[in-house]
């Protein structure tokens, strides 16, 4: 009796990403215990066990004047899923971040692609640095899902067909598109989570405008929401900062 082969996983299609605050050392306190070492020195550390609310005025004061290194004395680590397209924006912020991605070279890589929701924007309109993104028409929706499932599902044939030759993965993957999904951990501290909301996401609230790619936005949307439940002083005193990173 001969082994019957196993059945090569068919593509799927998201238009979602995939955040989860995997581990944390991060709370308000940290900033205060760290500040407050330049004047009151190993005394600072009784910080930790009072009420942070009673110094969110110092909180606020570090953010205003941008005295940025008690923030960074936390530590946040996500696991997140999002196209690898996303991941190449988001590896552009190098300081304050550690990252661990999965390989092609070591596992089969997964036929999960991404396809835009119906609420993605799909035109855009005006010059560089004055252009906005609008609904495009059911037409251009079509379009934009037939062709990228159709071109998903061709790539990872040929992947497919490559590894049953015997082809190594590290070459065999050359024929995948950005749009796979890929899955990371990603480590940081408050204050380079800050730079990187300020430049990934938009809010009325922000005294830089930004212009960010709706997909990694949608990551910086999801971790803010953790970030401002471990840190919520912190969190209030940014966006009443004009969300600008200390």
Request: proline residues 5%.
């Amino acid at each position: 009796m001969t082994d019957t082969p196993a059945e090569t996983a068919q593509p799927s299609f998201r238009s979602d990403v995939t955040v989860e605050l995997v581990k944390h050392t991060a709370g308000d306190s940290d900033v205060l215990w760290a500040a407050r070492v330049s004047t009151a020195g190993e005394q600072s550390l009784e910080e930790l066990s009072k009420d942070p609310e009673r110094s969110k005025g110092l909180i606020n004061y570090l953010m205003r004047d941008r005295h940025g290194s008690p923030f960074e004395h936390n530590s946040m680590t996500f696991f997140i899923s999002a196209p690898i397209f996303v991941f190449r924006e988001f590896m552009r912020h190098r300081v304050g971040w550690s990252y661990n991605e999965e390989s092609g070279r070591y596992r089969e890589l997964q036929p999960v692609f991404y396809v835009p929701g119906a609420d993605r924007k799909l035109v855009q309109q005006g010059r560089p640095g004055k252009y906005v993104f609008v609904d495009g028409t059911a037409e251009q929706q079509k379009l934009v899902t037939d062709a990228m499932e159709d071109s998903y599902r061709r790539s990872y044939e040929t992947y497919q067909e490559m590894l049953a030759a015997g082809v190594a993965r590290e070459v065999a993957r050359a024929v995948l598109p950005v749009g796979l999904f890929s899955s990371m951990y990603a480590t940081c501290n408050a204050r380079s989570l800050m730079h990187f909301l300020g430049l990934r996401t938009q809010h009325e609230e922000a005294r830089v405008p930004s212009f960010p790619q709706r997909e990694i936005e949608m990551v910086g949307e999801k971790m803010e929401k953790h970030w401002a439940q471990l840190m919520p002083l912190t969190y209030a005193a940014f966006n009443a900062n004009g969300r600008v990173a200390p």
